[in-house]
């Protein structure tokens, strides 16, 4: 038996948001430049609030911390559409890959301790060093091309 077209109706959801492409992006680039300006005041340790947000970081990224305010702020640059020379995807992927390789290398923090690690335990120890060397050149070769 074939169906009946037009017996069964959708329901419409009361409340239907509809953003522009641009609108995004930019709420995104947004969100990305406040949270790089959180992390940078949470430096100060003027309150509690931003007293343990700073213990967070650091105990996430160790002494790298100081430079996550940067990669935040370079990635929502990226979003925002500025034609900057710093509003560039090589800067930000750049940057991250030397970032993240550099705090690989000295096992800083929780994420540089797992990343070693994660690499150590698929090859050795001199290879997860030569990787992570590797990785840090390739990030200062893709930041400054």
Do not use: C, H
């Not at 935040?72 to 500025?82: D, E, M, Q």
């Not at 301790?113 to 840090?136: H, M, P, Q, V």
């Amino acid at each position: 038996m074939p169906k009946r077209r037009g017996q069964y109706k959708k329901r419409r959801s009361p409340f239907k948001l509809k953003l522009r492409k641009k609108t995004i992006y930019t709420l995104f680039a947004l969100s990305l430049i406040g949270a790089s300006g959180v992390t940078l005041v949470s430096f100060t340790k003027a309150s509690t609030l931003l007293f343990e947000l700073n213990r967070f970081i650091v105990a996430l990224f160790g002494w790298g911390s100081i430079f996550l305010p940067v990669s935040l702020f370079l990635s929502g640059l990226l979003f925002t559409g500025v034609r900057l020379s710093l509003a560039k995807p090589n800067v930000s992927v750049g940057f991250a890959l030397t970032w993240l390789s550099i705090l690989g290398l000295s096992q800083a923090g929780i994420v540089g301790y797992e990343i070693f690690r994660n690499i150590a335990d698929l090859l050795t120890t001199i290879g997860a060093i030569l990787i992570l060397l590797g990785g840090a050149l390739v990030g200062i070769i893709v930041l400054f091309n």
